[in-house]
């Protein structure tokens, strides 16, 4: 299974992806994350990544394109992958294209989450992350008391908030969704791959419309 999870920040495609991957037993790719490394590690990538980040905006195609390439050349996707923040604008979405068409690995499908824009807002402020693991909370509705706790290597979480989580730098991100990703819905239902649910609703039943989704 290659999948592709398209959705604005906060949509839920990384609480998805980690489900996935304990079901299908394949690796959630997130950008974010990759990036989010490389700016722990303090790579030149990293480096330069951060202010962008930080401003609530994208990393140009290029960068965002050979991360992918060599993330894409690891032997652990040999049975699938999800992406999740990846295509990101139309550039992308044809670059991954023309990468998956040499590796002869075509997309399986592309889920798209649909959230209206005040929830999104909502889950992005309550939002939170352990810095130890990377699960992700939220402490409005999936707080760190519930279990389990992280991912059975942390027993107490240690949450943080990440800087383009803050509100001026929301509203940047969802604009620049419209803007720059939203075009990939009309993309990939050209090419009959989209599949769209409603991305509201607790985790589990999420995850039930994306299962039937992918069944279909
Ligand atoms: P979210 O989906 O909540 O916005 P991500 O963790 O996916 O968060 O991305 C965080 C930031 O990383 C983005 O705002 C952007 O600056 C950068 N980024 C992630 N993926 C991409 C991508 N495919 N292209 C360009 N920039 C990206
Ligand atoms: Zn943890």
Do not use: W
């Amino acid at each position: 299974m290659r999948l592709v999870l398209l959705g604005a920040p906060g949509s839920g495609k990384g609480t998805q992806s980690q489900r996935l991957v304990e079901h299908f037993g394949i690796p959630q790719i997130s950008t974010g994350d990759l990036l989010r490394a490389a700016v722990k590690a303090g790579t030149p990538l990293g480096i330069a990544a951060k202010a962008i980040m930080d401003a609530g905006k994208l990393v140009d195609d290029r960068t965002m394109l050979g991360i992918i390439r060599e993330r894409l050349a690891q032997p652990d996707v040999a049975n699938g992958f999800i992406l999740d923040g990846f295509p990101r604008t139309l550039a992308q979405a044809d670059g991954l294209h023309k990468l998956l068409t040499e590796l002869h690995k075509p997309l399986s499908a592309v889920v798209q989450l649909e959230v209206d824009y005040d929830l999104l807002f909502k889950r992005i402020s309550g939002r939170r992350s352990c810095q130890d693991c990377g699960r992700v909370f939220n402490i409005h509705t999936a707080p760190p008391s519930s279990p389990p706790p992280c991912d059975g290597r942390c027993t107490a979480p240690n949450l943080v908030q990440r800087v383009d989580d803050s509100e001026a730098t929301v509203s940047k991100r969802l604009q620049v969704y419209e803007d720059q990703t939203r075009p990939l819905v009309d993309y990939y239902l050209q090419r009959g791959l989209l599949r769209t649910i409603d991305g509201d609703g607790d985790p589990q039943a999420v995850t039930q419309r994306l299962s039937s989704a992918l069944e279909g």
